[in-house]
């Protein structure tokens, strides 16, 4: 079963430093989504692309984050410099752009840790 | 879209229904609900989903009251598989439109 790769899957690191995930989506996939969530709270939405495109973006801290899809396939999500605040599960989810259930399909996750 | 009110927790004995209550007063007409639950350390799996009538897959039974300001999700014989926090969630669109706007979902636990 065709799934969506992240990686890497746990990463520590020192605040200022940066840090930057990966992700894969299911192939054929034109919509990707990176998911920020809180230990305790819901997923939260931090981009959207749509083939190479940014289509939502305004959740995005971009001082210090920034994301791209530049040949419409996988995906960076890159943090500089790395807070405190910033130690959180990073998901990945993709969407196929034709009908279906509109069900989006969710990797495992990369969990950062801010020292 | 629309927002969701949930119950933080519930519990449910192995083997027996859960019925999982979702309350959206505030939905539109072309808003669709949509459930996901999640288990610990790992990424939402979607469920089920639906406009107004009721819906069954292999996984759950969707219940969605006539005037759609509530819905229910139910899982028929709930094993502890099925520990988990259930999102329950309403957006325009059934197909590649919108987002998932996530609240604090429900924490059922199943207990043997």
């Known amino acids: ?115 | 879209d629309a927002k969701t009110t949930q119950p933080p927790s519930m519990d449910c004995a192995e083997g027996r229904a859960a019925n999982l209550p979702c309350n959206h007063s505030t939905i539109s007409g072309n808003e669709y609900v949509y459930w996901y639950r999640q288990i610990h350390s790992q990424g939402p799996q979607y469920i089920i989903h639906g406009l107004k009538n009721n819906e069954t897959n292999e996984m759950a039974s969707l219940i969605i009251t006539e005037d759609r300001k509530s819905s229910t999700l139910i899982l028929p014989h709930a094993t502890l598989r099925d520990t988990a926090v259930y999102y329950c969630i309403v957006r325009v669109g059934g197909g590649s439109q919108g987002n998932l706007i996530f609240g604090k979902g429900t924490k059922l636990s199943v207990k043997p």
């Open chain 1, 1 to 115: 079963e065709a799934e969506v790769a992240q990686s890497p899957r746990y990463k520590i690191t020192e605040k200022s430093q940066a840090v930057a995930f990966w992700c894969d989506p299911i192939s054929g996939h034109a919509t990707l989504y990176w998911y920020r969530q809180i230990l305790g709270q819901g997923p939260e939405l931090l981009v959207q692309f749509q083939d190479e495109s940014v289509v939502d973006d305004s959740q995005l801290p971009k001082d210090r984050f920034s994301a791209e899809r530049l040949k419409g396939v996988d995906s960076t999500l890159k943090i500089q410099p790395a807070e405190l605040g910033d130690s959180a599960m990073y998901l990945c989810a993709s969407r196929s752009g034709t009908g279906g259930t509109g069900e989006l399909f969710f990797g495992e996750g990369s969990r950062l840790t801010v020292l």
